[in-house]
């Protein structure tokens, strides 16, 4: 009775707005979830998807207003000039792209719309059976090449900017040392692992199953690109659930804090949309599972900076683009440690490495990423996005 009291005290409501509200909302966070989503609001195109294909590219419009919200409740002015080099974001392949344009004051998509940059991103979509033998050669070499295409030829550039979030840091790195495109202007890559054995959640996996992976390489047969994929693909539910699993606390957490705050329609919404993309994560096609468990498990290859990608290597000491690598603070699941690793494995003369708040989702999609993650991206990306300031340099 008194937490019930001291909650319609903070709220600063009367007694029977603040049940009114409490219905309200929770009826519609129960029986209609949907109108509470405020996710993928920022309006794109399309700009290649053919049937059948897993992979779409999108080109994100031009922001029509004047200024846009921040999550510390402040305003940002929309910047009226406008980069050279656009900026293609690669996500990984669990998360959905709705992490990148989460909430209007929370949109990294449309924070650097604001700053001034063309936006493009690349969606992978949730994949099907017929899909289960994609592996990392046509996810990393195939599919992304296709994009960069796209982009290229819709922006009228060729020179980009690859920005990945874990696995898509991964891709970003393999496209680029695969490659050899001289026209990867920068990569910026966020709680990419790089080296899986260094801590975290990820690396107590990998160090667990290292020995007996290495017991029945020597002395049986079994090797398990020889199993059939489609027998290995992974269910969007279950990653989703062993993403919150990676932080059980916090995940029961967030739950009484909605359930202490469900007279408030703002907190709700940010609650609800913020569940609706953790648990809508996307499959992971057993070609994938074959190729990161042994490439990033058995062998770490990635920490060597040289992964075979069919008949062809993908060398990190051959990228000499300019790179920018975050790392979550708090990442349980690809600690700053792991996630280094690039800094040294590149050949780039200007490389910067960046330890931000939060954890491996908050450190791309928290309030305090707006600042720490997007800001100094933004402010690192400015003369290294401009074709004249290249020139001079």
């Not at 046509?138 to 060729?158: F, I, P």
């Not at 058995?298 to 975050?326: H, M, P």
Request: proline share 5%; glycine share 8%; with cysteine.
């Amino acid at each position: 009775m008194a937490s019930i009291v001291k909650n319609i005290l903070d709220s600063g409501l009367e007694l029977n707005e603040w049940a009114a509200r409490v219905a309200n909302n929770g009826f519609d966070r129960m029986f209609r979830p949907g109108s509470l989503v405020k996710s993928n609001q920022t309006a794109f195109e399309e700009i290649h998807h053919q049937p059948g294909d897993p992979m779409s590219v999108r080109a994100y419009h031009p922001l029509r207003e004047d200024e846009i919200p921040l999550a510390d409740g402040s305003t940002m002015p929309v910047s009226k000039t406008c980069h050279d080099v656009p900026i293609v974001i690669v996500p990984p392949l669990a998360a959905t792209p709705l992490i990148f344009d989460l909430l209007p004051e929370r949109s990294m998509v449309r924070y650097f719309l604001a700053r001034g940059y063309r936006v493009y991103l690349v969606d992978w979509h949730n994949p099907e059976r017929e899909h289960t033998h994609l592996g990392v050669k046509h996810y990393a070499e195939d599919m992304l090449g296709v994009a960069l295409n796209a982009v290229r030829t819709h922006s009228g550039s060729q020179q980009v900017t690859l920005l990945g979030w874990c696995m898509g840091g991964l891709f970003s790195l393999i496209y680029a040392g695969l490659s050899h495109d001289p026209d990867i202007r920068n990569i910026i890559t966020i709680a990419s692992p790089i080296d899986s054995r260094q801590g975290g959640a990820g690396g107590m996996v990998v160090n667990a199953l290292n020995r007996p992976a290495a017991m029945i390489r020597k002395y049986t047969g079994f090797r398990l690109h020889n199993v059939d994929p489609k027998y290995l693909q992974i269910p969007g539910w279950f990653n989703s659930l062993a993403f919150k699993l990676t932080n059980p606390v916090g995940s029961l957490t967030t739950y009484w804090d909605l359930v202490t705050r469900l007279w408030d329609r703002e907190f709700v919404e940010s609650h609800t949309t913020t569940s609706d993309f953790l648990d809508n994560m996307y499959n992971y096609p057993g070609g994938i599972i074959q190729d990161f468990v042994v490439k990033v498990g058995v062998d770490n290859d990635f920490s060597r900076g040289r992964i075979e990608i069919g008949d062809k290597v993908s060398a990190f000491d051959r990228i000499t683009c300019s790179i920018l690598v975050f790392a979550g603070e708090k990442d349980a699941i690809v600690t700053p440690e792991a996630a280094h690793k690039s800094i040294d494995l590149v050949s780039s003369g200007d490389k910067e490495f960046v330890v931000a708040p939060g954890g491996h989702a908050g450190v791309v999609m928290s309030a305090k990423a707006q600042k720490m993650v997007w800001g100094l991206a933004a402010d690192w990306l400015e003369h290294r996005s401009d074709n004249k300031a290249q020139a001079a340099a």
